[in-house]
């Protein structure tokens, strides 16, 4: 016989949880909390308090955090409020990322717990008035988790918890504004852990809480601190209908095997669940809540056992994951813990439903103790280079800066990195360095800060049009090439090691509007030549009459060239003075307008700007991507971008020329494709139509370019907007990937949320719109619609009225309404192999699979492409040959998807995990995982 049950968070009032266990807090001494740091966000005074139900130590924040509000919950709340870290938050209106720096041991692990208490704070109502209230955590410079309150109750209290490394003396968390609601924090709590303990949590692997249960005949809904020292909380398994039976406690202490490493309690471990002995198995449901999808995590079960009924008792049962084997014919020890995990092993497909299955041999049914969950948390983005980061705070200190975007590390996430600095990220798996400083007009005041001399790496710093006093430092930064001190009070004096470089040309020396300055006439002391035909026309005596003629003959004649030339003289001065170190041709702005024939012809358009046709000195013939002007400031990453596909070099990828590096115009130059794109061919006209064959190889040469961005490229790079217009096929119909204009590096892109949507209507991953998160199977998603747009030649919005249908969809209905021959273009004329296309149709419904793991990876892909490509002599068949398979000798690297969590609506909720929530069961019957 079988019995199932489920499991999820427990839901019960925190007054009322840390009512029953205030008579054990009570006995705790606040000093034996070794090395624990407590922070109650908001706080208003800066004394610390003893909190009088955990009888622990809260301290004031405001050393750990810049910026921010202090709030208290709305008054009514306040009584029900079950301790002082409710009442209080601290919100963060600005900025992108606000960030706490809490003190640490480098190398040390730590347990890492915030909680969220929304109280209705604001007297906005925003858990309640339907709209999306959700922000994003950081540990770090990495993704944690999302906190999500929408349509939840005000007085509900979300907890987030991670295992983590310090890297450093300090460990931030950083509340990232999604822009669905202002982040806000009510507490922190850091708890130190031994070295030993989690072994698979190291610097590249943290673990994010999904759940941790203690099974038998437990009285108190959670067990935390001072029976666990490490203050985990432990929720109570409540399942208690027969047959499931809770065996009580032996007052015999646990201990562990040799080799344990997860320190949990004696008093945890003396209870334990099992089932009637005419039941042989069960199985346990960690159910999700409402707004995840577990079957997209990555879980790591901690199944912890001993035996504690009898003497010699035969217990034999086997563990599975969703019908998959974990660890078969266990039995567990007497009185000794066995903690089974699979060697920090991450379940791919994300299953939270375990069974435990008695075997043949074995006269007792399974039994549990307890039961820990986590989720995979990739530690990928590097930090600033360490001295660098050091040197920029020093800085921030130094001139008390309060720019909102100096939060957190200063270059890492790039996306976040601080206004005014530009960060080099080309050296793979190397800590991202500063090249250049901007503080102009930053109200600057006083001498130089010390620290802008030790930064290594340095190349270009403004200070101008500020306050600076003093003498001017004595630089001896190498990399250092532009010094831009101009419009300040500095009284000298220089240097002469800084005069020897500026006379060597290794330096660009700016003072003027200094009173250094006053009786030198030096070059780094002189302004930009004016115009000196007024002081002409003043002092030259002669005919005034036809000097007015003259001057205003050649301010026409300025303004007519201006006016058929364009802005060439406008352009040039801002041709940018420090070029890419990339190996590729850089273009200046003239030199474009000669290629292009003064931006004549024009082949393309997009969000980004304009493509324009082009031929070089040789004849080649090239395509110009002009970026908008209104875009040039936000393209902070253009030179980066660069300089990532200055190094892609593939068959299947368009090939980077060259580039415009100008303040006015950025530009990337390509080989011109002369077939136009995909989607022209596919449903451009009926003058032209691809066969069945052609089709296939240029969807196999579409999908060897992304294969070779996501798994030979390191780090490895999402296209992001992978679609028909984007891939584009030379003479020979050979496809060719374009248009990188949204690509990021696999490695900075996946392990933060990105509130900038990816993509294209029809071809986006409706994944991303709960994950927010871009990964290589979004590229996967978007290349499935590319294969539906291949076979049935129809867009991915089908209008067919009165209806409008997505591509996926459509091609359902037709073939489950018909056959397969009718979601076939009909510009096909009937030539194809029908089972061909059901194949590539089959490829193509997995690709657009709408849980990320479920689909292929792009090698797969590939892989099948290849065994359904007709052997044949036609020369268009085989034009996009040779056709071999790219090198995968690097491990392929899956995307983790961290799901926002959500907070379920019962009354009685007002204590929830960062996963789970639901109830629980002891039918016969699997609760489902719940999705979204």
């Known amino acids: 016989m079988v019995i199932s049950f489920s499991c999820s ?146 007085t509900t209290t979300v907890f987030k918890e991670v295992l983590t490394v310090a890297s450093s003396n300090s460990l931030s968390v950083c509340l990232i504004n999604f822009g669905s609601g202002i982040p806000f924090i009510s507490s922190l709590e850091l708890r130190p852990l031994r070295d030993t303990m989690y072994p698979f949590v190291n610097t590249s692997v943290s673990v994010s809480y999904f759940q941790r249960f203690r099974f038998g005949n437990i009285t108190d809904p959670i067990t935390r601190y001072p029976v666990d020292d490490y203050d985990r909380f432990w929720e109570r398994w409540i399942s208690t209908s027969y047959p499931f039976i809770n065996l009580m406690n032996t007052t015999n202490n646990v201990g562990s095997l040799p080799g344990n490493n997860f320190n949990v309690p004696s008093a945890i471990l003396q209870h334990a669940s099992t089932v009637d002995a005419n039941y042989s198995r069960f199985s346990i449901n960690v159910a999700s809540d409402y707004n995840r999808d577990a079957m997209s995590l990555q879980l790591l079960p901690i199944f912890h056992f001993t035996e504690i009924n009898g003497s010699n008792p035969n217990r034999r049962f086997d563990i599975n994951s969703a019908g998959e084997g974990l660890f078969p014919g266990f039995s567990p020890s007497r009185l000794r813990v066995d903690s089974m995990y699979k060697s920090g092993q991450f379940l791919q497909k994300g299953d939270a439903l375990f069974t435990l299955s008695k075997t043949s041999s074995s006269s007792l049914p399974p039994l549990i103790n307890a039961l820990e969950v986590y989720s995979l948390v990739r530690m990928e983005n590097l930090t600033t280079d360490s001295d660098d980061a050091k040197y920029m705070k020093e800085v921030k200190t130094h001139y008390n800066l309060a ?136 002092a030259v005596v002669v005919p005034l009459v036809l000097i007015s003629l003259l001057v205003g003959m050649c301010i026409l004649w300025k303004f007519y060239w201006k006016g058929k030339s364009g802005d060439r003289e406008d352009y040039a001065m801002y041709e940018e003075e ?109 003058d032209y139509s691809l066969n069945w064959e052609q089709r296939l190889h240029i969807a196999l040469d579409s999908a060897q370019g992304l294969e070779y961005l996501h798994e030979s490229c390191t780090p490895s790079i999402v296209h992001r907007d992978v679609k028909t217009p984007n891939i584009l096929l030379d003479k020979n119909l050979v496809g060719i990937i374009s248009d990188f204009g949204l690509s990021r590096a696999f490695n900075d892109a996946h392990t933060h949320i990105s509130t900038v949507a990816a993509g294209t209507l029809g071809y986006l991953d409706p994944e991303y719109h709960s994950t927010f998160q871009v990964t290589v199977k979004t590229d996967v998603y978007s290349f499935g619609i590319v294969l539906l747009e291949i076979i049935t030649g129809q867009s991915p ?116 995990s960062g996963y789970t929530s639901g109830t629980f069961s002891g039918t016969s019957d699997v609760i489902p995982l719940t999705g979204r």
Request: hydrophobic share 35%; net charge neutral; aromatic share 8%.
């Open 578 to 686: 420090t070029p890419l170190h990339v190996d590729i041709r850089r273009f200046t702005y003239a030199e474009l307008k000669h290629i292009t024939n003064d931006f004549k012809t024009i082949v393309g358009k997009g969000g980004f700007g304009t493509v324009y046709y082009g031929t070089l000195e040789n004849g080649e013939e090239v395509a110009v991507k002009v970026l908008m002007e209104s875009s040039i400031a936000e393209s902070k990453d253009f030179l980066p971008e660069v300089q990532t596909l200055s190094k892609v070099h593939h068959k299947n990828l368009v090939a980077l020329k060259g580039y415009c590096q100008n303040k006015k115009c950025l530009a990337l130059i390509y080989d011109f494709m002369s077939r136009g794109n995909l989607q022209q061919l596919i449903r451009g006209g009926d």
């Open 797 to 912: 919005v089908v209008i067919e009225p009165p209806h409008t249908f997505h591509l996926p969809n459509w091609v359902r209905q037709k073939i489950a309404k018909g056959s397969i021959h009718d979601v076939v273009d009909k510009r096909l004329l009937g030539q194809y192999d029908a089972s061909s296309v059901q194949s590539v149709v089959d490829l193509a419904l997995n690709c657009v699979e709408n849980t990320a793991i479920d689909r292929p990876t792009m090698t797969e892909v590939v892989s099948r492409l290849r065994v359904w490509l007709p052997v044949s002599s036609d020369k268009q068949s085989v034009s996009a040959t040779p056709r071999r398979k790219e090198s995968m000798d690097s491990e392929m690297r899956r995307q983790f998807h961290l799901l926002i969590s959500g907070v379920g609506n019962e009354e009685s909720s007002s204590f929830q």
């Open 9 to 154: 968070a427990t839901t019960t009032k925190l007054a009322w949880i840390l009512a029953l266990q205030l008579n054990l807090f009570m006995m705790i001494q606040v000093h034996g909390q070794s090395g624990f740091i407590n922070i109650d966000c908001g706080w208003k005074n800066s004394s610390a308090y003893l909190d009088n139900a955990l009888n622990m130590q809260y301290s004031f924040d405001g050393g750990f955090v810049e910026g921010g509000l202090n709030h208290e919950i709305s008054p009514e709340f306040m009584v029900g409020a079950a301790n002082d870290q409710q009442k209080t938050l601290r919100s963060f209106p600005d900025g992108s990322r606000n960030c706490y720096t809490l003190p640490s041991n480098s190398n040390t692990k730590y347990l890492l717990r915030a909680m969220f208490t929304y109280g209705n704070y604001d007297r906005l109502n925003k858990t309640g008035d339907g709209s999306l209230f959700l922000f994003g955590l950081h540990i770090g410079v990495n993704f944690w988790e999302a906190v999500n309150l929408s349509n939840s109750d005000p």
């Open 403 to 538: 720019q909102t975007s100096w939060n957190g590390d200063p270059c890492s996430p790039r996306e976040y990195s601080w206004e005014g600095l530009t960060c080099d990220y080309s050296k793979t798996n190397q800590n991202p360095r500063i090249v250049t400083i901007n503080l102009s007009s930053s109200g600057l005041g006083g001498g130089f800060a010390i620290s802008f001399m030790n930064m290594t790496s340095l190349e270009n710093l403004d200070l101008s049009h500020n306050n600076l006093t003093g003498a001017i430092p004595d630089y001896q930064l190498k990399s250092l090439k532009v010094l831009d001190l101009s419009n300040n009070k500095l009284d000298g004096p220089i240097h002469d090691s800084i005069l020897q470089r500026v006379q060597a040309g290794l330096l660009d020396l700016r003072l003027q509007g200094n009173p250094v300055c006053s009786n030198s006439k030096d070059a780094y002391c002189s302004v930009k030549k004016r115009n000196s035909t007024p002081t002409l026309l003043i």
